[in-house]
């Protein structure tokens, strides 16, 4: 194991004597590298959150194995992280190590099965377009989703009435012990917006999805543009969010039940409950996690004292945050 440090990046103004450095570490037999103190908040959707206390993107599946291997001899917690879209980092940050899957892209199309492999980093919504073009159907409805195929499994992300697991063959996992699995949909446990890998240790590294290929192509693609263009006029993308806040109850929608409150508009600091979309919280502009976490909160009690509902969240909240 290789300890080296990158020239001084944070001075303190008062005591010039005292320099903060960022150490970074190269595992043995690998050429991937693990940060301390790595800023989190370009990493998410929200643009917010504090540093993680070390962070590592790997590009391989031995990279993942070492990475998992050097936490455990270091005795730290593990944070997975795919595109950071359905997330929301506290701004003291994340303790431990924080895994990012990000550049596990690699995809293969299987004509003779047809089946779609795709590595956890890859986007959904690049996936549905590239699946598109070769006349493929069967991710038209993913195309507005703002996530990683492996988020997409995890949250058994869905829109237009279809989800993740209506087309899900297998996935493929690694455990902070190094073992891989492959396991099925059965195995995942997938119910409404979550599945049995939501809080677990495994990561998720690849997944393969059942497609129906010989259409064509002018009119998957014609279809998928109609999805996204459904999205971007009922949903605010011109700021930073992480797309629906909270699960839809069986009674009514979030949505539906937070703007018949008055709570449409409604801001602490720089966060926002949007305008077009009252499940959305928007970044208006130097919005703090806590900004959105208090009005999650607030949210959910005014919600339950008009409706008697609790509104649980679809968005992950990692780290720690004050009491509201």
Known sequence: MTLSYDPPSVSNADNPKKTLYKPQITLPGTDCPLRADA???????????????WYVAPRRLEDLQASFEWAK??????TLLGAGSNLLVSDRGLPGLVICTRHLRQTQFDPDTGTVTAGAGEPIARLAWQAAERGWQG??????????VGGAVVMNAGAHKSCTADILVNVQTLSPEGIIEQLTPVDLGFSYRTSSLQGSQRLLTQATFKLKPGAQPKQVVSDTTKHLEERRRCQPYHLPSCGSVFRNPESHAAAWLIEQIGLKGYKIGGAQV???????????GGAKASDIFQIIRHVQMQVEHHWSLCLEPEVRILGEFPSV
């Open 274 to 284: 949007a305008e077009r979309h009252a499940n959305f919280i928007l970044n208006c």
């Open 73 to 78: 001899s270091q005795g730290l917690p593990l």
């Open 39 to 53: 800023p989190l908040a370009s990493l998410t959707s929200f643009r917010v959150g504090g540093p993680a206390e």
């Open 139 to 148: 991710l038209e409805w993913a195309v507005g989703i703002p996530g990683t």
